[in-house]
């Protein structure tokens, strides 16, 4: 039987180098084919991370003998001669300061095994032993990861181990100077939220308000598959997003973005970045079943080298969506009206995509390895979010669930019954298995209602059922500087000089020749200055405006006619005049009393 060890090291942290050795044994001689994965699962993009590769050679383990190692295309390599035992070591850049990579300096390292760890074709199911190995002496760090340990140092360096290839790389690791553990317990299984990085959070709040909020998603299963789990949290200036594990998740969280207890004790509530932070954290954590267990069949099969394109993404993403704002309202650290809001900021968001004309949910999910992760000037107008209109059609598909089995079905159920035929055995799920699940467990004919909303353009009815949940739903033209030149211009510029980011489909600028990268110099031969919505009112709908712009070193003037109305906003309220029972349809929705705001 083959093993594979793997030997880490954090070589030259100044230099951001980090070596990574894997000692191969085989059952009998064979001249094995490595590869190096091209993604990282829950990212769906080729990320070619050979690219950071700066050496590769290879031993025979029994002699200490050169073995040539010869590439066969950007990510595999393949020994020139047979062997049973050989040593192959890779040296690595290490600076992705992403949730996706690998990272090292002077403070700090973080590993994702994907970005690093060579696989052993034919070999990937052999148990896996990893000696994590400290840095050079002068620095004082510790280490965390949930690898298993086997034995490890007082700062947890040492020797761990997987029970495959597959579970090796689902199993990041960070260490440092800077490293809080905040542990807290979700239905007896310890948790921790691990910071990284300097800060000054309230960590008390935060363990208590992270409970509240995993408990309540593990609530939607009823079941924690977990023995342990955590957030590896990197505190930056300004970095935002997160990556799922099958029992932790990586995060970027700005500092400021953190609980603090002297403004919590100034104004009474949560400050909207924390809830922001704690909206990153529920939908990552749901991932620990809806995507980490409950696995689409075209990830699960997937060797990484190349695309695993699937049609039903947003049942992953889209839903996991809809249930992280959704955990935050069932956990109690945001109200009914917060919850509101934040679904009007998100039909808000979509509304203004003219994407959304343009690409179907099932589209968007097949082509995010094309578009959703390579934005670009022209993105508003061909892409829609698989996140964000696939939360809209989940909560759509949740409400018209409990309302036509008045409320013996709801998406709970289905996610539930998903875990049980799916998730808990690990077994791949089928393309559009969401949508045939949904249908069995309700009892409804659902064949047209995803036809229609996953293979055409038409909006998710996200807004169809509120009235019978007792909530208005409103929109009108937004008030601030944005929204007013991106409708009554139709484009959206760059932070600073007035310079064009894009230009929207079907807009005054767009018709008018105006170009993303163009720059605004005047309106009727008067400077645009800072206030441009302000030069705008002074125009009625339809106005002939005379533009001058530089398009790199031309100045070039060009004709608009300007539109009457800014771009829109959704708003969302309880509806006091609602009848009793649709409260109470909110209430068993939300999780909440009736009468709770």
């Avoid at 003219?354 to 094309?370: I, K, N, T, V």
């Avoid at 959703?372 to 107008?381: A, C, G, I, K, Q």
């Avoid at 949904?438 to 995803?450: K, M, R, W, Y």
């Avoid at 405006?545 to 004709?559: A, P, S």
Wanted: glycine share 6%; proline share 5%; with cysteine.
């Amino acid at each position: 039987m083959s093993t594979l060890n793997y030997i880490v090291t954090p070589v030259d942290p100044a230099a951001h180098r980090l070596r990574v050795t894997l000692q191969l044994s085989m059952a009998a001689a064979e001249a094995p084919t490595l590869h190096l994965p091209t993604w990282i699962p829950g990212s769906y993009l080729i990320r070619d991370f050979a690219r950071h590769l700066l050496a590769i050679e290879a031993v025979d383990a029994a002699d200490g003998r050169p073995i040539a190692v010869v590439a066969l295309d950007r990510s595999s390599w393949q020994l020139a001669e047979a062997v049973e035992r050989v040593c192959v070591t890779c040296e690595f850049y290490a600076r992705d300061a992403s949730v996706r990579a690998a990272y090292l300096d002077d403070m700090r390292g973080f590993i994702n095994f994907s970005s690093l760890a060579l696989r052993p074709a034919g070999h990937e199911h052999a148990p896996v032993k990893v000696h994590l190995a400290r840095p050079p002496a002068r620095y004082d760090w510790s280490l965390v990861t949930t690898l298993q340990p086997a034995e490890v140092d007082e700062r947890r360096f040492g020797h761990y181990q997987a029970a495959n290839y597959w579970d090796l790389i689902d199993q990041p690791v960070a260490m440092g100077e800077a490293i809080e553990t905040v542990p807290y317990r979700v239905r007896g299984v310890a948790h921790a939220f691990v910071l990284l990085g300097a800060h000054d959070a309230d960590t008390r709040q935060l363990a208590i308000d992270l409970a509240a909020v995993c408990n309540a998603q593990a609530d939607v299963f009823d079941e924690l598959p977990a023995e342990r789990y955590l957030f590896l949290a990197q505190v930056t200036d300004a970095g935002f997003g997160g990556l799922e594990h099958r029992d932790s998740s990586v995060l970027q969280v700005p500092r400021n973005a953190l609980p603090s207890a002297a403004r919590v004790a100034s104004t009474g509530k949560r400050d909207p970045a924390y809830e922001n932070l704690l909206g990153l954290a529920s939908h990552e954590y749901f991932h620990l079943w809806n995507v980490k267990r409950i696995r689409p069949a075209a990830v699960a099969g997937s060797d990484l080298t190349g695309e695993a394109y699937f049609r039903d993404l947003w049942a992953y993403e889209g839903v996991t969506s809809y249930y992280d704002d959704l955990g935050l309202v069932r956990a109690g650290v945001i109200n009914e009206q917060g919850y509101l809001d934040r679904l009007a900021k998100l039909a808000t968001r979509i509304e203004r995509t003219p994407g959304r004309h343009r690409q179907s949910l099932a589209q968007s999910s097949f082509d995010a390895w094309l578009k959703f992760y390579r934005p670009d000037e022209n993105t508003p107008n061909a892409v829609v979010s698989y996140y964000g209109k696939g939360a809209q059609l989940a909560l759509g598909l949740d409400l018209k669930i409990r309302l036509e089995t008045e409320g013996r079905v709801s998406l709970d159920t289905v996610m539930q019954a998903a875990w049980q035929r799916y998730g808990r055995d690990d077994r791949p799920v089928p393309e559009n298995a969401l949508a045939s699940l949904a249908a069995e467990v309700s009892g409804l004919d659902l064949v047209d209602f995803f036809d229609f909303h996953l293979q055409t353009t038409a909006d998710a009815p996200w807004a169809d059922y509120l009235g019978d949940f007792g909530i208005r739903a409103l929109a009108e033209p937004a008030t601030d500087d944005a929204s007013i030149v991106r409708g009554r211009m139709g484009l959206i510029l760059s932070e600073g000089p007035a310079r064009i980011m894009h230009v929207l489909d079907n807009g005054p600028a767009q018709a008018a020749g105006i170009s993303p990268g163009d720059r605004l110099i005047a309106f009727d031969g008067i400077e645009v200055g800072r206030e441009l919505a302000r030069q705008l009112a002074r125009y009625p709908a339809g106005a002939a405006l005379r533009v001058h712009l530089f398009r790199g070193d031309q100045l070039l003037v060009r004709e608009m006619a300007l539109a009457g109305d800014a771009a829109p906003e959704w708003h969302l309220s309880i509806d006091k005049t609602a009848d009793e029972a649709a409260h109470a349809r909110r209430a068993a929705w939300l999780h909440r009393e009736p009468g709770d705001s």
